[in-house]
Each structure stands twice: as C-alpha cells, then as structure tokens.
C-alpha cells in the first residue's frame, strides 16, 4: 500500500494526458513571437500555469474560463480586450464557484501580460452578490433507501458501479471521472481508491466505508481497461444521468460523510472530524459541518439506522 502511494505521489505524476486536454512541463515559455493571435496568449498562459506548478484541475478550469470570457473578443495585445464584456458575461454567470475560478484566471493572466487590466473590485462586488444568493435547498431530506433501490435498479454497469463508488468514497463526481485502474488499491483490509488530484491538487488515500459490492465487482469490470484509461463517463454524464434518476451526484458524497460520521461515533469530537474531512478531502471543520453533516438523510430500514453520530457543532 506504502509503495502504491509513493508511486504515485505528487512530484512523480509529472505529466497528464487525456483525449482533449495535454499538460507537460515544460523547460521555458517563447515569448518572442510576433503578431500574436488570442490563442497564442492562451497557449502561452497555459505554459506559465504549468512552470508554476498549478495544479491540473486548476488548470483546466482556467483555461475554460478564459476561453468562455473570451468568446466573440479577438485581439493581437491584451490592452484591446474590452472589459466591459468580460463584465456582462460575469454577471450572467451562474453561482459564486465559476465567478472564482474567472476571478484567478483573469488575476493571472494580468500577471503574465502587463497590458491587460481588469477591474477587480467588479468581480469582487459580482462574487459577492453570487455568494449572498441561496443557490442550493436543502428542504428535503435525502431518502437513502429509496437512493439505493434506484442505484440497484440501474441497467449501465458502468455508471451503477461509479455510483455506488461515490457513496461508498465520497469522491467528487470530478475525481471519479478521472480514475484509472491503478487508482483502485485492493488490500488485505479493504478497497482503497487513490486520488491523484483532488481539490488543491492534494493527492489522497480513501478507504471505501462499504465495499462488499465493488469489491466483487471491480476486478472483472476493470479487465477491459487499459493502464491510464479513465474507467468512467465524464462529469456532465455521470451528473445529468443521476439527475433524471432523482438525485445529484453530490447527494451521493453528503451521504457518504454522514455514513463515515456514524462509523466515528466512538471517538472524540476531534478525532471524528478529523477523519470526516480526511475522507471528504475537505481542510475546514466549519466547511464539513455546514456543507455535509447539516444536511438531512433518512437512513430509515438501512443498515446504518441504528448507528448514530455525535452533534457536531460548525465551530
């Protein structure tokens, strides 16, 4: 297990390849040629993420906010794009997440070309407003029984697997997307999943909480994947399938926090949530409590519902 984790740990992962987006260190950025094109200033911002060693989400993510930022504005000097548009397209952004991720994007970018500037305190006051904006409601508790039933009920093996996955490892919907076969680790005392770039770019070790399923299951399902294939859908897929079955692929993870909640029913307060956010991959208590363990699930004719978890309070 030792030797897997070291195998894969962040300084020897070096480089990312999947079917529509390469990163690869490179030695040094060309910034000496002429008559440059909007793709030749996003290329080269690529390049500088990559020397700084920002993560590959991070990345990703960037660069798909810039590229949606820059919809419909060409320019050969970053001092022609006009924010204004940038601004309008900020505020038909949906939820404080995407205004972020711009918010980073449009910061480095500066960073990397003096000739463009961008009024911060706008997004700032958007990011603000996006923040202050309910966007999620929790009226309903989560039926998990009724959750499985449909989990069972599902007739692609690949998603029913990815699923159960989920709830059992509490992954992000993201980082089930991107796992290969030699993320699955099957020790002596259970199932392991290896993420290589979690939130942050933090690699970690999950336990599963429930594997008796996929343990049987894995080993043949991962036959007919090579080594450094991704062995599920993307995230769009996985997230519009579970939400024409009645539930989010984030359900999946809140309930997985509250089962790991009730398996730490016999430690102390710092000790149980030290393990919650080490399986959510999460740094802040208060993030746990509010995001996670404030949310209602109904474990009624499960076999947790006897199990109980402390009060955990958000401070």
Known sequence: MLDFFKRNSKTEIGVENTANFQIEKKDHVNMNFENKSKKDYLDEFKLRLQNENVCYNTIKTSLYELNKAFYGIEFSNPSEIDFNKIDTHIKDLKGKSRVANLKFALRKFTEFNKDFEFDEVAVDLELWKKSNRRVTRFDKPLDLLKTLRKLSAIQNQSLKIAYKLMLSSALRVSEI?????????????????????????CPRLVKLNDSKYLSEVLPEYLKYFEDNENIFYSNRHMQQNSKDLGFTCHDLRRASAQIVAKDCNSLNDIEAIDEIKKHLGHSKKSTVYKKYLSRQVNFDNTKWKDKKHKNYRSN
């Open 177 to 201: 997307a991107a796992l290969k076969k030699e993320n699955i680790v099957f020790n002596d005392d259970g199932l392991y999943v290896f993420v290589e770039h979690g939130k942050g770019g």
